[in-house]
């Protein structure tokens, strides 16, 4: 589709015929009817000084948030008037957000996970999920993937650790493949090294990111992330895979489709894969979870 607009888009919402497009370099905010694919700017105030970063529907609203270097800003829209939102995240913006019910999830680039509810004033800061890393006395300060599956809210973080949040509160339990040690010792394969995205659909868990470049699926009965390797993705190479990064996500009618870096990918869910015995000597997975799983559990969030 051509983009014959001012500005590079960077996110968007959609809404039945209507697409809302932020763009940067410079940031402009469009209102595209799509069965035209014709565009308005919105103009929002002082819009060559940001760009648009992140665009979700909440209370009746399109939320808007933009960011320029510490000066982030939100806007909501409401019959087509906009008015500033002067309840903001402390020096950031959402990088992913995720309406549940009558609460606003908002993953930030570097200063955590913040909610707030329809009824509240201000923005509240989660309580961060423990480090499944190098260091398990760190907690984990980038979130970038949001997902609410099977009553909780599950949230990876670029540091390669996905964090389970039953019904959105603490106590958490971290979900991994492998505990830090036996990556050093045995290539236990893990999840991305750096996770984008989260995406539950059909009853499944997805995530993706960097290094590997091909999403891994849920296996819940076993808390292994399996890649999709196995169906014919390739693990990691730019001309295949679709670029060394999975963006995000999105799951339409019987497949999953992938915005990479390099193409847009996509995966029949008949295709995705389940877990298997064989994947265990395959991947390097322990098969003893017991000590695994006792240590992504305890003391989650370390500082609640």
Not at 76 to 103: A, C, M, Q, R, Y
Not at 164 to 171: D, H, K, L, Q
Not at 172 to 184: E, G, K, P, R, T
């Amino acid at each position: 589709m051509a983009w014959p607009y001012v500005g590079t888009p960077y996110s968007w919402y959609a809404e039945e015929d209507t697409l809302w497009v932020g763009t940067e370099k410079p940031g402009r905010l469009y209102r595209c009817a799509v069965s035209q694919w014709l565009c308005e700017d919105l103009q929002l105030p002082a819009h060559d000084s940001f760009h648009v970063f992140n665009i979700q529907r909440f209370n009746k609203s399109l939320a808007v948030f933009t960011y320029a270097y510490r000066s982030p800003k939100a806007w909501l829209i409401n019959e087509g008037k906009i008015h500033s939102w002067d309840s903001l995240i402390p020096d950031d913006t959402p990088f992913h957000s995720l309406v549940v019910g009558d609460t606003l999830w908002a993953a930030t680039w570097e200063s955590g996970l913040w909610y707030r509810t329809t009824s509240d004033s201000v923005w509240k800061r989660q309580a961060a999920a423990r480090w499944i890393g190098g260091n398990l006395n760190d907690s984990l300060k980038n979130p970038r993937g949001l997902a609410w599956h099977n009553g909780a809210l599950w949230v990876a973080d670029w540091a390669s650790t996905v964090t389970r949040m039953p019904s959105g509160r603490a106590p958490y339990d971290a979900v991994d493949n492998c505990i830090w040690d036996s990556i050093q010792s045995t290539s236990c394969r893990r999840g991305p090294v750096n996770i984008f995205s989260l995406l539950s659909y059909r009853g499944r868990l997805f995530s993706g990111g960097f290094f590997g470049a091909s999403p891994h699926v849920l296996d819940e009965a076993h808390g292994f992330w399996i890649p999709t390797e196995i169906a014919g993705w390739c693990w990691d190479n730019d001309n295949v895979c679709g670029g060394k990064r999975t963006w995000d996500m999105v799951g339409l009618g019987d497949t999953l489709y992938t915005a990479s870096s390099r193409f847009i990918m996509k995966i029949p869910l008949s295709q995705v894969p389940v877990f298997s015995e064989s994947l265990m000597d395959r991947f390097h997975w322990p098969r003893d979870t017991s000590f695994r799983d006792s240590l992504f559990r305890r003391n989650n969030p370390l500082r609640p």
